[in-house]
C-alpha cells in the first residue's frame, strides 16, 4: 500500500507539470457508473490432508453510479457504492455421512466524496473517502446420517451489521465514444473497516477489515 500511495504521488506530481494536453474535452457536470461482475465454482475432493468433498459456488455485483463537476483539471463529486454478494460452501464426509451447508449474503452500500485529476487527455487519478454499512446473514445446516437412513441436524441462522469508514485510491481512463459519452476503465484499492451496529445507533467492538483489489468497466457522460 505504501509502494502504491508513493507511485500515486509520484505520478501525479509529474502529470501536473507535464500533461498540459487538451482537457477541455472532459469539463462541466459530469455522471455515470461503473459496474463489476463475478461468478465463481470450486470443488475440492478428500484426499491427504482432507477427509471432505467440498463444493464452493458464489457471485458478486458491484454498481458504483456518481455525479461530479470537472472544471481543469479536477473532477469533483459523490459517488454511492451497491454490492451484492452471496455464496454456498457444502462440505461432505468422504463416506457421504455427514453434510454441512454453509450459506452466505451480503448487501452493503457506501457514499464516497471523491476527488479526480484529469490529466493527458484521457486519463485520471481518483482518491475517495466516506461512510459505508453492511449486512451479512448466515445460514449453517449440519446433517448427519444414522442406521436406518434416518438422520439427525443441526440448523444455526445469523444476521450482522457493520457501520464504518472506507476510502479508496485508483487511476483509470474515459476514451470518447461521441456525444459527450465515454468509456470508463478503472483500477481501485478500496480499504473498508466496518465496527458492529448496535441499539440505538451506537457502534460495538470492530468486526472486520477488507481489502479489494478491483478492476471495474462503465460508461461516463459529461453535459457542458
Not at 500500500?1 to 507539470?17: E, I, N, Q, S
Not at 475440492?44 to 455485483?61: I, Y
Not at 451497491?82 to 460452501?89: G, I, M, N, Y
Not at 459505508?132 to 441462522?157: L, P, Q, R
Amino acid at each position: 500500500m505504501k509502494r502504491m500511495l508513493a507511485a500515486v504521488a509520484v505520478f501525479t506530481a509529474m502529470a501536473a507539470t507535464t500533461a498540459e494536453a487538451r482537457r477541455g474535452e472532459r469539463t462541466g457536470f459530469n455522471f455515470g457508473t461503473t459496474v463489476r461482475v463475478l461468478d465463481n465454482e470450486e470443488r475440492t475432493h478428500a484426499g491427504e490432508g482432507s477427509d471432505k468433498n467440498t463444493h464452493l459456488t458464489s457471485n458478486s455485483t458491484q454498481v458504483n453510479p456518481y455525479i461530479g463537476y470537472a472544471f481543469e483539471p479536477f473532477n469533483l463529486g459523490l459517488s454511492f457504492t451497491a454490492e451484492s454478494r452471496s455464496s454456498e460452501l457444502k462440505e461432505a464426509d468422504a463416506d457421504g455421512m455427514t453434510t454441512t451447508t454453509r450459506k452466505t449474503s451480503v448487501d452493503g452500500k457506501g457514499f464516497n466524496l471523491f476527488a479526480r485529476f484529469n490529466f493527458g487527455k484521457v486519463f485520471f487519478f481518483e482518491a475517495a473517502g466516506g461512510l459505508y454499512d453492511e449486512k451479512m446473514k448466515v445460514d449453517i445446516e449440519t446433517k448427519t446420517t444414522t442406521e436406518g437412513d434416518a438422520f439427525v441436524g443441526e440448523h444455526d441462522a445469523y444476521e450482522v451489521r457493520g457501520v464504518g469508514p472506507g476510502y479508496n485510491l485508483g487511476a483509470g481512463m474515459e476514451l470518447s465514444m461521441g456525444g459527450g459519452f465515454y468509456f470508463t476503465s478503472a483500477y481501485q484499492v478500496r480499504i473498508v473497516q466496518l465496527r458492529d451496529r448496535e441499539g440505538g445507533g451506537e457502534l460495538g467492538r470492530k468486526r472486520s477489515q477488507t481489502q479489494k483489489r478491483e478492476v471495474l468497466f462503465g460508461i461516463a457522460h459529461y453535459a457542458k
